[in-house]
Every structure is written in structure tokens, then in C-alpha cells.
């Protein structure tokens, strides 16, 4: 069994920023792509950032030149750090591993960004 455990999620307001982490654990040989993808009241899940073994990244055209994506390859880690939040960035934040064996999904993390 494969374990992804999130954390990082919380109330911030308009313009601040937060840091969502995602571990994980169990039965992993090899991790290709991880990634965060979100979901709003009434919306479809979509995707947020991904990035591949190698380092390379891809955005929603929503979050590019404010969230970063990051993972750590030995921990099987990864980051997402969120900077300038706007109201429409509130939604339950996923965590997404691609492996060998098949995809995997976080329980999810709440994020609202209100005044």
C-alpha cells in the first residue's frame, strides 16, 4: 500500500502565502511525476503544477509566476509553495503521485484565502 499524507493547508488572506507538503510512503520502487491538483465547491478537480523525476515543471496558466513546485526525490517529498493567494485559489488541495504501479491520492488539504 502506498501512503500520501498532506499537510499545510489553512485561512490566509488575499496577497499571503502558504506551503503545502505531501509525504509519501509504503510500497514505492519509483516516483515519475508528482503533483497538486485542486478542487472547489461545484468545480471540477483540475490540475495546479506537476513535476516530472527530472525536475521539469508544468502550471495551470491560473498559478504560473506564484506557486512553485518542488519535490525531494530521496524524502519522496513534495512542495508546493503558494505566494500572492487570491480568493479564487480557495479549494481542497490534492496531492497526486504517478508511479510504476499506478496513481496515487492524497485525502486532501483545505485552503482558504478570504479577509
Known amino acids: 500500500q502506498v501512503q500520501l499524507v498532506e499537510s499545510g493547508g489553512g485561512l490566509v488572506q488575499p496577497g499571503g502565502s502558504l506551503r503545502l507538503s505531501c509525504a509519501a510512503s509504503g510500497r514505492i520502487f519509483s516516483i515519475n511525476a508528482m503533483g497538486w491538483y485542486r478542487q472547489a465547491p461545484g468545480k471540477r478537480r483540475e490540475l495546479v503544477a506537476t513535476?516530472?523525476?527530472?525536475?521539469?515543471?508544468d502550471y495551470a496558466d491560473s498559478v504560473k509566476g506564484r506557486f512553485t513546485i518542488s519535490r525531494d526525490n530521496v524524502k519522496n517529498t513534495v512542495d508546493l509553495q503558494m505566494n500572492s493567494l487570491k480568493p479564487e485559489d480557495t479549494a481542497v488541495y490534492y496531492c497526486?503521485?504517478?508511479?510504476?504501479?499506478?496513481?496515487?491520492w492524497g485525502q486532501g488539504t483545505q485552503v482558504t484565502v478570504s479577509s
Open positions: 513535476i516530472t523525476s527530472s525536475g521539469s515543471t
Open positions: 497526486n503521485i504517478d508511479t510504476h504501479f499506478g496513481d496515487y
